[in-house]
Every structure is written in structure tokens, then in C-alpha cells.
């Protein structure tokens, strides 16, 4: 006789890593004022991880990552992913969190420990917040 699904989840350990990505989740709605999706997501007409993260000039709908290892590939099914469903009203993010052990175990001595939370979004999006603020593009812009 097999045990019910969510008792043999917690013997796996799946109860504990399906948490992880939930709170990552709810922290990063919490952190940037949005809001998080029902389902994660996979619901027809609440795409994106978080929404509702607004600025005076964009609005955000968020793609959520996590990882405990050192790295993080991103994949390009993934941007084109939350770049169709933010659709023209709204700019594309995807949030990045590492375990802050994982940060703190690879840093070099001398060197700073990175944050764990990252926003990446597309290089025009951060252009136009840029000068939004009133940033001249030669003050970020390489020579290389």
C-alpha cells in the first residue's frame, strides 16, 4: 500500500523544496510591492510569478528563479516566456535568488559577499529607467 501523495512528499523532501520557490516568490512581491499569481502562474490570465510592481513610468510582471547550487542557467524559453506574457502593457523582469550560503561559501577572501536577490531585465527597459532618472548614456555606456 503506498502512502498518500503529501505524506510521501514529506519523506521525499519535495514538501520543503516546493516551498522554497513559494516563498521566493511572496518575498519578491513583498520586496518590489507587487503581487504574487494564483498558481504560480500556470492559471489562463494570470501569467508571471509576480504582478502589479509598478513604477511611476513601467509596470512589471515578474518570472520568479531559485537555485542552492552555484549557478543558474538561464534559458532563453524563459524570457521569451515572461517577455509574451507581459505583452505591450507591461515590461518583462525575472527575478533571480541564490541561498546566501552558497554566496558565502564561493566569495574569495577580500571579497564582498553578493546579494542573494537579483532583478534582470532587458538592456532597454533599464535604458529608459536610466533616463528616467537622468542618467546620460555615456556615464554607463563602455568604450569596449
Sequence with gaps: MSLPRFVQDEVDGKAARDRKPKRHEKATAKALGGRTQPG???KAGFKGDVRDVATPLNE????CKRTEDQSLRV????????????????EPALAIQFEPDVLRRVAQPGQLTAEPDWIAVPRSVFRRLLDAVGVEESEWVSET
Design 40 to 42: 504560480s502562474g500556470s
Design 75 to 90: 534559458q532563453a524559453s524563459w524570457l521569451n516566456k515572461i517577455t509574451t506574457e507581459a505583452g505591450i502593457t507591461r
Design 60 to 63: 512589471f510582471l515578474v518570472e
